[in-house]
């Protein structure tokens, strides 16, 4: 083959698995080193695509055999956002996906960085067969407490996608069971297991996080687009230098406002 070593480097910079092939027997007598560095390179690039296409297969052919397993034909996701914060609401999302889609990067939303986060909510939202995200506010939280507070949104979640004509019968959640409902299957570390999950954990995560940014704008001082209403110490000092916001969880901040009374 009579290309330039940066010709080649090109070329195999942007061969895919057919291609790869077809070039390393082009260029089976090749001794210059760029050119041997740059075939190691695009070896590990593609061995590590065929890795991640595998493991995307795995998330739908685990979700896929649980809802055989089950006799069911439309299963959602279901995840949630915002257990533990002592500001701003619960996030749980359900999404319906198809048997198969192309969701590159699709996984346990604390794996993924935000803006590969923001852009694959997006894909979701767009291949999916229905999304919804249901909020839980402060108030309902402090009144009715975090159990109840997940069923009621796990619930109005399944409602919205049967609202928008799916006839759930399987619900998959992460975690721990609710028994919040008869269609409820639970899967531990079902955000990295479940394409359904995982998507619905990317979907809330980011929905919820807009929120928070929205809500900083709202109520400035408490730092809420960066700390997403988590108890980091700069969101308690500011606690204790303005109090308590609207959109602060009063049973979840009892215990730092009363360590400054003393």
Partial sequence: MDL??????????????????????????????????A??????????????????????DF????????????????????????AGPLAVAAVVLPQKADLPGLNDSKQVVEPVRR????RIKEVALGWTVQFIPPEFIDSHGMTFSLKTAFSQALAALEAQGLAVDLALLDGNPLHFDRREKNVVKGDAKCASIAAASIVAKVERDE??????????????????GYGSAEHIEAIRQLGLSPVHRVSFCQGFLQESLF
């Avoid at 480097?9 to 092939?21: C, H, N, T, V």
């Avoid at 852009?119 to 997006?122: E, G, I, K, P, R």
């Fill in 211 to 228: 929120l928070m940014r929205a809500l900083d704008e709202q109520f400035p001082g408490y730092h809420l687009a960066s700390n997403k």
């Fill in 63 to 86: 979700q896929n055999q649980l809802a055989q397993e089950a006799g069911a034909q439309v299963v959602a996701g279901l995840d949630e956002v915002g257990r533990g914060p002592v």
């Fill in 4 to 37: 330039t070593v940066a010709e080649l480097k090109a070329r195999l910079a942007a061969a895919d698995a057919a291609e790869l092939a077809a070039l390393k027997r082009s260029l089976a007598a090749e001794t210059r080193k760029g050119v041997l560095s």
């Fill in 119 to 122: 852009q694959l909510a997006q």
């Fill in 39 to 60: 075939v190691a390179s695009a070896e590990k690039r593609i061995a590590a695509q065929q890795a991640e296409q595998q493991r995307l297969q795995g998330l739908f």
